[in-house]
C-alpha cells in the first residue's frame, strides 16, 4: 500500500503549522528581558516600582451584613446585637466556617475510594510500519483506526485501609467543626472585651467631666474668696492650674472613646469609620451572679470548650492515620476491565472489531524500601504528638476557668471596695468644701480632697469595667456563648434609641 497524497499534504502542513505555534510560544514566555523586567527593584535601599500588572488588585466585592438600624444616628447597641453583626461579618468565622466545609468535602474524597473508577475514552491513531528486505522488497503499512473505549478499576478489598482514612477524614471534620465554634466564641470574646472597654471609657468620660465641674467650682469660690481679701492669688492660681489638669484629663479621656470605638467596630467586622454606639456602664452590678464552684465549671468547661474537643479529634484523626498507613503496606484485591471498539479507516474487510479484557489482580508488595516501616512509625510519632496536645489544651482549659474564675470574684469584691472608697471621698472632699467657703480650710486641702475622689471616680468605674470583662472571660473559659453580665438590663440603653 503507497501512502496518500492527501496523508501525506495533511501531516506536512500539520507540522509546519506545530512548529510555528512552539516557536511562537517560545519567544513569548523566554524573552529574558520580559521576564524579569520590573521584578524586583533595582537595589535594596530603592523602593519597588510596580508595572502595571503589579498594581494593587482590587478589593474583593463587599459582602457586609449590616441591619439598616445600625447606619441610624443615636442607636445604641447592646452587647448581643453586636455580637450578631460580628457573626455575619467577621472574616474569622467565616475562614473557619469554609474550612470546615472543605473538610466536609474532603470526607466525601475518601468515600469515593469503595467505588469503582470508570473511565471513557476516544482515540484515533495513524500508524505506518515499514520492513525493509532490499529496496526491491520494502512493505509499507499504514492503518487509521479510531474509536471509544471504556476502563474499569475497583479496589475490592486493602485491609481497611479506605475505613481508615473516611474515620480519619470525618475525626478531621469534627475537628473542624468544633474549630468553627471556637472561631465563634474568640470573636464573641473579642467583641465583648471591645465592648466593655467602651463603656468604661464612656463612663470615664463622665466623670472625668463631673471632675471638672468641680475644678471650676473650687476656681469660683477661690476667685471669690480673693476678691474678698481673705486669700491670697496663689490659691486661685492653684485652682486654675487644677481646671487646666481636668481639662486636660477629660480631652484624653474623649480621645480614647474614639479610638475604642473604632476598635469596637472592627472587632465586629464592619469598617472603623461606621458609626457604633452603646449605651452606658450600669452603676448596680449583680456580683453573686457566679453561683458555681470552680470544680462544677472546670467540668462545664472540659464538655463544653470547643478548642479542647478540636484537639480530641485531632488526635483521633491521627491514630487513624496509623490503620491507613499500615494498610499501605499491605495486599490489594483489585479488578480491572477495559471495553472497546475499533473503527478501521477504508478497510477492505470489517469496518470495526469488538474487545475486551477482565482481570483480577492481587497486589502484595515486597519491598519499599522501608517506606511502609518509616511511614508507620512516622504516623505513630504524629499520634502521640496530637495526644499531647490535647492533654496540653485540657491542663489550659483547667488554668483558664481556675484564672478566671478567681479574676471574676477579685474583680467583686474590687467592685464593693471602690464603692466604700468613692462613697468616702465624696464626703471628704464635701467636708473640706465646706472648709475652704467657710475659710477655715486651705486650698491645698480641697485640691487634694478633690484628687483623691477624682481617683475613686476613676477605680469605681475601672472595677465596674473590670467586672465585666472577667466575667465575658469566664464565659469564654468555659464554653459558654455570651457572659451571663450580658442578660444584665441597661435602662439607659432603651432611653436613648437603643434597639429593643
Given at each position: 500500500?503507497?501512502?496518500?497524497?492527501?496523508?501525506?499534504?495533511?501531516?506536512?502542513?500539520?507540522?509546519?503549522?506545530?512548529?510555528?505555534?512552539?516557536?511562537?510560544?517560545?519567544?513569548?514566555?523566554?524573552?529574558?528581558?520580559?521576564?524579569?523586567?520590573?521584578?524586583?527593584?533595582?537595589?535594596?535601599?530603592?523602593p519597588w516600582s510596580p508595572p502595571p500588572a503589579g498594581q494593587m488588585p482590587q478589593a474583593p466585592a463587599s459582602t457586609l451584613e449590616i441591619p439598616p438600624q445600625y447606619l441610624k444616628p443615636g442607636t445604641t447597641f447592646s452587647l448581643a446585637q453586636l455580637?450578631?453583626?460580628?457573626?455575619?461579618?467577621?472574616?474569622?468565622?467565616?475562614?473557619?466556617?469554609?474550612?470546615?466545609?472543605?473538610?466536609?468535602?474532603?470526607?466525601?474524597?475518601?468515600?469515593?475510594?469503595?467505588?469503582?473508577?470508570?473511565e471513557l475514552d476516544g482515540s484515533i491513531t495513524r500508524e505506518k510500519q515499514t520492513a525493509l528486505g532490499g529496496q526491491p522488497s520494502q512493505f509499507t503499512y499504514l492503518q487509521t483506526t479510531y474509536g471509544p473505549a471504556a476502563a474499569l478499576n475497583w479496589l475490592l478489598f486493602d485491609?481497611?485501609?479506605?475505613?481508615?482514612?473516611?474515620?480519619?477524614?470525618?475525626?478531621?471534620?469534627?475537628?473542624?467543626?468544633?474549630?468553627?465554634?471556637?472561631?465563634?466564641?474568640?470573636?464573641?470574646?473579642?467583641?465583648?472585651?471591645?465592648?466593655?472597654?467602651?463603656?468604661?471609657?464612656?463612663?470615664?468620660?463622665?466623670?472625668?467631666?463631673?471632675?471638672?465641674?468641680?475644678?471650676?467650682?473650687?476656681?469660683?469660690?477661690?476667685e471669690a474668696r480673693h476678691r474678698a481679701g481673705v486669700a491670697t492669688i496663689a490659691d486661685v492660681l492653684l485652682a486654675k492650674t487644677?481646671?487646666?489638669?481636668?481639662?486636660?484629663?477629660?480631652?484624653?479621656?474623649?480621645?480614647?472613646?474614639?479610638?475604642?470605638?473604632g476598635?469596637?467596630?472592627?472587632?465586629?467586622?464592619?469598617?472603623?469609620?461606621?458609626?457604633?454606639?452603646?449605651?452606658?456602664?450600669?452603676?448596680?452590678?449583680?456580683?453573686?451572679?457566679?453561683?458555681?464552684?470552680?470544680?462544677e465549671l472546670i467540668a462545664q468547661a472540659s464538655a463544653e470548650r470547643p478548642d479542647l474537643a478540636a484537639r480530641r479529634f485531632e488526635a483521633e484523626a491521627a491514630q487513624q492515620h496509623i490503620q491507613s498507613v499500615l494498610a499501605d503496606g499491605l495486599p490489594k484485591l483489585v479488578?480491572?476491565?477495559?471495553?472497546?471498539?475499533?473503527y478501521y479507516y477504508n478497510s477492505t474487510q470489517s469496518p470495526y472489531?469488538?474487545?475486551?479484557?477482565?482481570?483480577?489482580?492481587?497486589?502484595?508488595?515486597?519491598?519499599?524500601?522501608?517506606?511502609?516501616?518509616?511511614?508507620?512509625?512516622?504516623?505513630?510519632?504524629e499520634a502521640?504528638?496530637?495526644?499531647?496536645?490535647?492533654?496540653?489544651?485540657?491542663?489550659?482549659?483547667?488554668?483558664?476557668?481556675?484564672?478566671?474564675?478567681?479574676?471574676?470574684?477579685?474583680?467583686?469584691?474590687?467592685?464593693?471596695?471602690?464603692?466604700?472608697?468613692?462613697?468616702?471621698?465624696?464626703?471628704?472632699?464635701?467636708?473640706?468644701?465646706g472648709r475652704y467657703k467657710e475659710g477655715v480650710g486651705s486650698i491645698l486641702d480641697l485640691l487634694s480632697a478633690q484628687t483623691s475622689l477624682a481617683n475613686a471616680r476613676a477605680q469605681d468605674v475601672e472595677a465596674r469595667s473590670l467586672w465585666f470583662l472577667a466575667m465575658a472571660q469566664l464565659a469564654h473559659a468555659t464554653g459558654a456563648l455570651l457572659p451571663r453580665a450580658a442578660e444584665i438590663v441597661n435602662p439607659a440603653h432603651k432611653e436613648n434609641g437603643g434597639i429593643p
Open positions: 500500500m503507497t501512502q496518500p497524497s492527501f496523508w501525506r499534504g495533511a501531516l506536512g502542513r500539520g507540522a509546519a503549522s506545530l512548529a510555528v505555534l512552539l516557536t511562537a510560544a517560545a519567544c513569548t514566555h523566554m524573552q529574558p528581558g520580559r521576564a524579569i523586567s520590573g521584578a524586583v527593584s533595582q537595589a535594596p535601599a530603592v455580637v450578631d453583626v460580628a457573626l455575619r461579618n467577621n472574616p474569622a468565622t467565616r475562614e473557619a466556617w469554609h474550612f470546615a466545609r472543605a473538610a466536609a468535602a474532603e470526607v466525601g474524597v475518601k468515600q469515593a475510594e469503595f467505588f469503582p473508577y470508570i485491609f481497611g485501609g479506605r475505613s481508615a482514612d473516611v474515620a480519619e477524614a470525618r475525626a478531621a471534620l469534627f475537628a473542624a467543626d468544633w474549630g468553627h465554634n471556637a472561631a465563634i466564641q474568640d470573636v464573641v470574646l473579642q467583641v465583648a472585651q471591645a465592648y466593655y472597654t467602651y463603656l468604661n471609657d464612656k463612663a470615664l468620660v463622665v466623670a472625668r467631666q463631673v471632675n471638672l465641674e468641680d475644678a471650676r467650682s473650687n476656681l469660683d469660690a477661690a487644677s481646671v487646666s489638669q481636668a481639662e486636660l484629663n477629660l480631652q484624653i479621656a474623649q480621645g480614647l472613646v474614639q479610638v475604642i470605638r476598635t469596637l467596630a472592627t472587632a465586629v467586622g464592619v469598617p472603623a469609620t461606621v458609626p457604633v454606639d452603646v449605651g452606658e456602664l450600669p452603676e448596680e452590678l449583680p456580683l453573686d451572679r457566679v453561683t458555681k464552684s470552680v470544680d479488578a480491572l476491565g477495559t471495553l472497546n471498539r475499533t472489531s469488538d474487545n475486551y479484557t477482565g482481570a483480577i489482580l492481587l497486589r502484595i508488595p515486597v519491598f519499599t524500601g522501608l517506606d511502609t516501616v518509616y511511614s508507620t512509625r512516622k504516623a505513630k510519632e502521640e504528638l496530637a495526644r499531647a496536645a490535647a492533654v496540653r489544651t485540657q491542663d489550659q482549659v483547667t488554668l483558664d476557668v481556675w484564672t478566671s474564675y478567681y479574676a471574676v470574684r477579685t474583680a467583686a469584691q474590687t467592685v464593693r471596695t471602690t464603692k466604700d472608697l468613692l462613697a468616702s471621698a465624696s464626703q471628704s472632699a464635701d467636708v473640706e468644701e
